[in-house]
């Protein structure tokens, strides 16, 4: 079950997350939730959500899925599937995988058929209020030009955690907001706390990390 404040970890296509070794930071991760007792998920490549949810207790969740039904789809992700692989709930929207407004509203609608939590990814202020339009149940905030990047959110663009918050909150109290790009530390989560976020939403911060269940164990200080 999903619960906030949370960390979600994208492990993206990064090698240090794929294959095996996702399954050595999904252990991690799922290790630090337990000992720690903070809400920590993951969302993971298709091809790992299987295995990996059979070996954590922590919601797994797709990092995308297709607006299809059963039926002649070859190569796309059916909602349905993924569920029974074993994921909770599915990113959708990642700057890395946009999709136009219709779309992203029938692959919302499609996921909650399916039973699946949405997380959906806004860019700023603007682009989250007409997302809350569609009732996810997040939405989180990620300035393109700093995800992967050295400088927070929180630090660099304050204003758009702030501004997505009181957006979204006015048309549906009920989503939950999330906030990423450059996220690295403790200071980073706590301070994206203060200014109204229920988490974070952070990748190459812990994937690429030197020592990533330390780099873990630092951010979850920042939201305790």
Do not use: W
């Amino acid at each position: 079950m999903i619960k906030t404040p949370i960390i979600i970890i994208n492990f993206k296509t990064y090698e240090e997350s794929t294959g095996d070794n996702a399954i050595t930071l999904a252990e991690i991760c799922s290790k630090v939730a337990e000992e720690t007792k903070t809400s920590i998920a993951i969302a993971v490549q298709s091809t790992d959500i299987y295995r990996i949810s059979k070996i954590v207790s922590i919601p797994v969740l797709s990092q995308h899925i297709d607006a299809i039904d059963f039926g002649k789809n070859t190569g796309f992700l059916l909602p349905e599937s993924i569920k029974q692989a074993g994921a909770e709930a599915t990113l959708l929207n990642h700057s890395e995988h946009r999709l136009d407004f219709d779309l992203l509203k029938k692959s919302i609608e499609r996921a909650k058929q399916a039973e699946l939590k949405t997380v959906v990814c806004a860019k700023d202020a603007e682009d989250a209020e007409k997302i809350a339009h569609l009732n996810p149940d997040f939405i989180a905030v990620e300035p393109p030009e700093l995800i992967g990047g050295t400088i927070s959110v929180s630090e660099a663009k304050p204003e758009v955690i702030s501004d997505s918050v009181k957006a979204i909150k006015s048309i549906n109290n009920k989503i939950k907001v999330l906030c990423g790009a450059g996220i690295h530390n403790k200071d980073d989560v706590k301070k994206s706390v203060e200014l109204g976020a229920d988490g974070i939403l952070v990748a190459s911060g812990i994937v690429k990390a030197e020592n990533q269940e330390l780099a873990l164990r630092d951010l979850v200080n920042g939201l305790c």
